[in-house]
């Protein structure tokens, strides 16, 4: 990592963005120790800036502090990959039900250009985890809750962790594409009950590769 010129008024914030990065592409594995002073002399900061950074990580459940040992990357047990999926199944499917419901046509034909784009990405798995995560965005933006989308930002994050290892699997990505064609239809059709549903189902068929 080369030395970075980062904001002074949010120095804190670039520095766990960029580890963020990190953790998501594997620089830094889940279990690994942060070499907090490695860090700070590769991004040319001091380590009050990089110890708050990861306070901010700490609060995500992306990096776990240890008494005396310092930080190290989250590590998620099958329990808590099962209790991530489980809420955003709820939290998820709840707002896919109110999109289904209250949606204007120009959201539907947004939704419909993202899944367009899912279905372009199939062969590319990083842009396909890309507008995968749009998609699922944006649809609780048009749900319009702002704690129902700050919990599933977080919860999120969490389930980056393991990401990898839900898609690597064979056929795994052919079959979320699938789901989402079958969440599309319900959307679009305006059947809030069989959206919730269907995007209930996709997180479990999604826990079950990723386990």
Request: glycine share 4%; charged share 30%.
């Amino acid at each position: 990592m080369s030395a970075l010129s980062l904001a002074p008024r949010a120095l804190y914030e670039e520095v766990a963005e960029l580890l963020r990065q990190r953790i998501f592409s594997r620089e830094l594995e889940p279990g690994s120790w942060i070499d907090e002073l490695r860090l700070a002399e590769e991004c040319g900061i001091s380590r009050t800036p990089l110890r708050e950074a990861l306070k901010v990580l700490a609060a995500e459940g992306l990096v776990t502090m240890k008494v005396r040992r310092g930080a190290y990357v989250t590590e998620v047990s099958d329990k808590d990959l099962a209790d991530v999926y489980h809420l955003l199944a709820l939290l998820e499917s709840d707002g896919a039900g109110v999109v289904a419901e209250r949606a204007t046509d120009a959201q539907r034909a947004e939704l419909q250009t993202l899944h367009a784009e899912l279905e372009a990405a199939v062969k590319n798995r990083e842009r396909f985890f890309t507008i995968n995560e749009r998609f699922h965005l944006r649809l609780l933006e048009i749900a319009d809750n702002r704690w129902r989308m700050q919990m599933v930002s977080d919860l999120r994050k969490v389930m980056k962790l393991n990401r990898h290892n839900s898609l690597l699997k064979t056929g795994r990505i052919s079959d979320s594409l699938a789901e989402h064609r079958a969440i599309m239809e319900a959307l679009l059709s305006r059947d809030a009950t069989l959206t919730r549903q269907r995007m209930q189902q996709h997180f479990q068929n999604g826990l079950e590769a990723a386990a």
